[in-house]
């Protein structure tokens, strides 16, 4: 077994998997599948003003060429935008902004929130209608572990793991046990197994050592609590632990199997 650890994503993110035998080649894997996770932090970071995705915010009203992999990703978050009634929505950038939650890159103004119909995208492209903020904060930290897990297979490594904070995937014929950190210590949570696994904590307010929030269209803040969500893949049981955290109890059962997922009551 190989792993390695390195600091991206806002956290720490590893890879694992089964060794080949041939050192040089899964340094190769291990190097290539880290490369994917930094391209899509690259592209698609709301913090670095550089990002493809600042370019986008930064010019509401243009037409503007992105990285294949930032338009697929605009793609399944405008379609979850709908799929979930609003549930989750990538336009709350504005919002999060004048809470200081995320950075300011911008001199025009903004609206706080928008919805799914004010963004679109036409082949490689992608365009601004009204002044929003998109950020993909939602999802892409799950799209990210998708990329670097497709990217294993496609090198027919037989199994493996790639663990970034709160988004694991699991794949082949790995069974790894979940345990989850409570007041109490730790308890069993579940066994994945070509499976995907995403926890997200929802606040009601930013602070200092969890300065993240969730938000629904009106810039309200769910219940205090924890999510966890498993899936296919990590980019949809990322985006849904928002979407739950945003839904009544006794419906988050059903609105997670719609998507093909299951909600995990702790």
Known sequence: MIKRMRPLLGTFVEI?????????????RIEQAFSEIENIQSQMSFHNPNSDLSR?????????DLPSETIHLLHLAQSLYFESNGLF???????????????THFSHDYKPIGSGDDFEVNGLSARINRPILITLDGIAKGFAVDQAINYLIEEKVESGWVNAGGDLRVFGNLEMPIHQRNEHGYQSLTKLKDQALATSRANRYADPSFPGVIVNHKGQTPEAGTISVTAPSAWIADALTKVLALTPENDREAI??????NYLKV
């Open 16 to 28: 694992g998997f089964n060794a080949s035998g041939d050192s040089e080649m899964d340094q190769r």
């Open 89 to 103: 929505n990538c336009t709350v950038g504005g919002h999060l902004v004048d809470q200081n939650i995320l950075p």
């Open 256 to 261: 997670a199997k719609k998507f093909g997922a």
């Open 56 to 64: 986008l915010n930064k010019t509401p009203g243009e037409w503007v």
